[in-house]
């Protein structure tokens, strides 16, 4: 059975810190989805990844095939990036994603 | 920026009815699914579509769903004999390929009562 894990399920922040979201996932998954879900239950697809690192802006997302390990950065944290930030698994021939729990983020002024 | 639109944002519905959940995707996107998230859990896959038929589904998809895509722009979720455990929000996506990254819509409020 598929399965992700993330880690924290919450983390607290002052503007400005430097936030890592970590993911774990297991043998059959092959390609991550990091995803941000705003308060208003809307999700925004961020990065899609199967190998090395991608970077949009402040965010930065890193994926070690190996260790089946993904990690979401983001530099110069904002109250704006408070959302809750989902990991998501792709597997079956990129058609079937298994979700994590996701990381409640709160940025404090 | 091209857009996912789902249709109702918000649906009540009475137990046992059969409700239709609308979504347009993007217009060149080739791959849809359907999700849904209960309240205060995660997101779970329920299907994705390719080339007019089901190419992956969830145990969660069984015979009470179904999705069509009945005139090339519109993509459907049928949820017939609805339960109180349906109530959940259901998000559509697209994608152009399968390896692309998703587009998501607003999503559909579905309220069973």
């Known amino acids: 059975k598929n399965e992700v894990e993330q880690s924290p399920q919450n983390l607290t922040a002052q503007e400005g810190e430097f936030i890592t979201i970590n993911c774990s996932y297991s043998?059959?998954?092959?390609?991550l989805h990091w995803l941000q879900q705003h308060p208003g239950g809307g999700i925004v697809s961020l990065f899609m990844?199967?190998?090395g690192k991608k970077k949009h802006g402040r965010l930065i997302a890193t994926i070690n095939i190996q260790e089946k390990h993904s990690s979401l950065h983001i530099t110069a944290s904002h109250p704006r990036d408070s959302a809750v930030y989902i990991c998501a698994g792709n597997s079956g021939g990129y058609q079937k994603v298994t979700f994590g729990i996701g990381t409640k983020l709160q940025v404090i002024p | 920026e091209p857009e996912v639109t789902q249709t109702p944002s918000h649906q009540v519905t009475q137990m046992g009815q059969e409700v239709i959940l609308r979504c347009v995707p993007i217009?060149?996107?080739?791959?849809f699914y359907w999700y849904r998230q209960i309240l205060g859990q995660k997101v779970e896959f329920l299907v994705s579509f390719y080339n007019n038929e089901i190419s992956e589904k969830s145990e969660i998809f069984d015979d009470q769903f179904s999705v069509e895509r009945p005139d090339g722009s519109n993509f459907t979720l049928k949820i017939r004999s609805t339960k109180l455990e349906d109530s959940a929000m259901y998000f559509c996506a697209s994608s152009r390929q399968g390896v692309d990254g998703y587009t998501f819509g607003s999503g559909t409020r579905l309220t069973v009562v």
């Open positions: 990844l199967s190998s």
């Open positions: 217009s060149n996107h080739l791959y």
């Open positions: 043998v059959g998954i092959s390609a």
